[in-house]
């Protein structure tokens, strides 16, 4: 499966009644306005993808648009959001749906959003309605993005809404997110569909002998990996500083293991570090290293044996395309090499296909093998000849 991953958000701008909205109006974001055109050009873009052999697309459909307020879903959006993934299936897109993408209806974060006692009965409501609404339409699912950064983003670090800075609070919501992936996802399994996990994969790499490098790894596998793994491949839940939750029924929720990958962590006399030292930096800070997207499906290839793996984003910000485009190669070449060691590898997924909004960035970080005037750039021929 070879295709590209998005958001809504980063596409077709800030839900009216979103989270997020509110979040930029405060002054704490750049303005997303109407993002990069999507909701308006999603059938050009879709040929576009078609045409360079990406037959595959995963995109959110923001909860905020179909249910703007507590139970009164609108129509129109919810026919909107049909036309569109009718419109990848008929230029021979299949489309991959995701259900949060880190933003939330404004109704729903102010009722504390995934700390709220009741967030399992909205979120599941909002999951089955999904399921009984798109599922005709969707070729897969891939529930919540990158399940296990959220917390730490929201509740630690102030970037995304609400900006809090409160250890308890961020981890409650890491138990609940977590919970909230493997719910969705067997449910959605119900409807016959594929349902891939997006975690947010990095591996770490101690690069001195100091026992506090040693243990800085120890402890990002054991917050940022096996809290989402453990569920898939155990059934309990070990968020750190959290009682384990038991959950048999959500062994196995997912079809495919799928995550992100987007730099290696180095750990340096105890403190995270750019890896390998000598590496070039991005613009959004970390090093550029292609080999780390191995090294990641290496480890998951120990961690969940026999489970299928999904690449669900690899891709750089960059405004030097040459760049982008020789990433893209190493990565592909570092997928080949896991599958000629005989790890199962079904997708490959390039975030982004459009430049789109990238957060607290805005618009000056490019993440796209397509410019937002819709100028295919060279690095697609990579994915095109691949």
Do not use: K
Request: aromatic share 12%; glycine share 10%; hydrophobic share 40%.
């Amino acid at each position: 499966m070879w295709g590209t991953g998005a958001s809504s958000t980063q596409c077709e701008g800030a839900a009216p009644a979103s989270d997020w909205l509110r979040w930029e109006r405060e002054g704490h974001a750049p303005v997303s306005g109407e993002g990069n055109g999507f909701g308006t050009r999603y059938a050009e873009d879709f040929a576009l993808l078609a045409g360079l052999g990406l037959t595959h697309h995963r995109l959110s459909i923001e909860w905020a648009r179909i249910e703007p307020e507590q139970g009164r879903r609108d129509a129109n959006e919810v026919a909107r959001y049909r036309e569109i993934l009718s419109a990848a299936t008929d230029t021979g897109v299949n489309p991959w749906v995701c259900l949060h993408h880190f933003t939330l209806p404004a109704w729903f974060a102010a009722r504390g959003g995934f700390l709220a006692d009741d967030w399992n009965d909205h979120w599941t409501r909002h999951v089955d309605f999904m399921a009984e609404t798109f599922a005709d339409l969707v070729y897969g699912w891939q529930p919540v993005n990158e399940t296990n950064y959220y917390a730490r983003i929201a509740y630690r670090q102030r970037r995304w809404p609400p900006g809090h800075d409160d250890v308890d609070e961020a981890t409650r919501a890491d138990v609940a997110i977590h919970l909230a992936t493997a719910e969705a996802a067997a449910r959605m399994r119900q409807t016959g569909r594929p349902v891939a996990s997006i975690y947010g994969l990095s591996t770490a790499v101690a690069q001195d002998n100091d026992p506090a490098s040693r243990e800085f790894v120890e402890r990002f596998y054991e917050s940022s990996w096996n809290p989402g793994l453990r569920l898939f491949r155990d059934g309990v839940l070990a968020v750190p500083h959290a009682s384990a939750v038991e959950r048999p029924d959500l062994a196995g929720c997912f079809d495919l293991i799928g995550f992100s990958y987007y730099a290696t962590i180095g750990a340096a006399a105890g403190h995270s570090a750019v890896h390998p030292p000598d590496a070039s930096v991005s613009p959004l800070g970390y090093g550029i290293w292609a080999d780390g997207l191995g090294l990641v499906l290496e480890r998951l290839a120990t961690e969940v044996p026999n489970t299928p793996l999904l690449v669900a984003e690899y891709g750089i910000g960059t405004q030097d395309d040459e760049v982008r485009a020789e990433y893209l190669r190493r990565g592909l070449e570092e997928t080949a090499s896991a599958l000629a060691r005989g790890i199962d590898v079904r997708g490959f997924f390039h975030w982004t296909a459009v430049d789109n909004y990238e957060w607290l960035h805005g618009y000056d970080v490019s993440f796209g093998i397509i410019d937002r005037d819709r100028t295919v750039r060279a690095s697609a021929e990579v994915l095109r000849r691949r």
